[in-house]
């Protein structure tokens, strides 16, 4: 059913920052870049409804004065199997700490530990990880993280954040001045569509971040949220920018089973979090045999590749058809190359 605009002049917002989505990463942004001018940050829903809310397990980071920088750097590298870039990852880990103690300076409370090892947090274990590194807020770490971003981003007269918002198409130098693309073409800002009041604004900015997370939501069976659509991506795209590495695309390989009569089919698979299996949780077949040490000693190290083989022989018809199914979406817009998987 078509929307019926109303006849209204269309505004136009000028901002310093234009921030697409209101997850971890364009909030955490959108706080430090406050510091240096104005800020408006679009979110389809609610600013707590993000991919980031739903995340239960943890961040792991080097925190317990046993562990060292150089094991989890090795881990990661094992886990990636010669696809890690090893600049890349030694970077991230060893900045891991810092950006914890930011969190927390932000208003982030991790859970705490109740020993006497010296240990101030309680730190989980989840595959591939040879030590315990991972920081949690109970079972709803995302929604910790969240919850004190938003408020802190509410907290700063720089930032404006419009709620049920949703951003339709980057508005580009070169279309707006009818001129054909360059290659210093730039990003201007974004279309965006008032969801409640049904009006369409354009956002002019001097810096247009996209922070629109992923599109595990293309697949019928995934613990992702419904605003996990990809529509970011595919702005990215039809702006001209290079979309590469789309086969990596965020899942988690244990869910609670739902029959079809009882599934909604509109709402996400219930998350079963690796933190289970951390703590020694155990995978069964139905009738009671153990079998994820088949595909993969470490324990779920690179779990893409398992959920491939594991499809190949649970269920090999439809796998046949999943993977026919991917092979026909990589030829879309979104990817470039064949052997995209998810959950």
Same mark, same amino acid.
């Given at each position: 059913m078509a929307v019926k605009l109303k006849k209204r002049r269309n505004m136009e917002i000028e901002t310093d920052f234009l921030v697409l989505g209101s997850g971890i990463t364009g909030l955490s942004f959108a706080i430090k870049a406050a510091n240096l001018g104005t800020v408006a940050i679009i979110t389809k829903k609610e600013t707590i409804e993000s991919s980031t809310n739903y995340a239960q397990g943890g961040i792991a980071a080097v925190m317990d004065p046993l562990d060292s920088y150089e094991s989890h750097i090795q881990d990661t590298l094992t886990c990636g199997d010669g696809l890690c870039k090893e600049d890349v990852v030694k970077f991230v880990i060893e900045e891991g700490p810092e950006r914890i103690k930011e969190l927390i300076q932000w208003g982030v409370e991790f859970s705490r530990s109740g020993s006497t090892e010296g240990? &101030?947090? =309680? &730190?989980?274990?989840?595959?591939?990880?040879?030590?315990?590194?991972? +920081?949690?807020? #109970?079972?709803?770490?995302?929604?910790?993280? !969240?919850?004190a *971003?938003?408020?802190?981003?509410? *907290?700063?007269?720089?930032?404006?954040?419009? !709620?049920?918002?949703?951003?339709?198409? *980057?508005?580009? $130098?070169?279309? *707006? &001045?009818? +001129?054909?693309?360059?290659? !210093?073409?730039?990003?201007?800002?974004?279309?965006?569509?008032?969801i409640h009041q049904k009006e369409i604004h354009a956002f002019r900015s001097k810096f247009v971040i996209l922070a629109t997370g992923g599109a595990g939501k293309v697949y019928l069976v995934t613990t992702n949220p419904d605003i996990a659509n990809g529509d970011g991506i595919a702005m990215a795209y039809r702006a001209g920018a290079q979309i590469a590495n789309m086969e990596f695309i965020q899942f988690h390989p244990t869910s609670l089973y739902t029959s079809e009569k009882e599934r909604d089919f509109h709402a996400p698979a219930f998350l079963i979090s690796e933190a289970v299996r951390g703590f020694g949780g155990i995978l069964r077949t139905?009738?009671? #045999?153990?079998?994820?040490?088949?595909? =993969?000693? &470490?324990?779920?190290?690179?779990?893409?590749?398992?959920? $491939?083989?594991?499809? =190949?022989?649970?269920?090999?018809?439809?796998?046949?058809?999943?993977? #026919?199914?991917?092979? =026909?979406?990589?030829?879309s817009a979104f990817c470039q190359r064949s052997d995209t998987h998810g959950n």
């Open positions: 240990l &101030l947090y =309680d &730190l989980g274990r989840e595959g591939g990880h040879s030590m315990r590194r991972i +920081l949690h807020a #109970k079972d709803s770490t995302g929604r910790e993280i !969240e919850r *971003l938003s408020e802190k981003a509410s *907290l700063s007269k720089n930032i404006r954040i419009y !709620e049920n918002y949703f951003s339709i198409d *980057l508005i580009m $130098r070169s279309k *707006l &001045l009818g +001129l054909d693309p360059a290659p !210093e073409d730039r990003c201007i800002g974004a279309y965006v569509f008032d139905q009738d009671g #045999k153990e079998f994820i040490e088949k595909y =993969d000693s &470490l324990l779920f190290s690179n779990k893409s590749d398992i959920c $491939r083989c594991m499809s =190949d022989d649970f269920f090999p018809f439809t796998s046949h058809k999943f993977k #026919k199914s991917i092979a =026909d979406i990589d030829k």
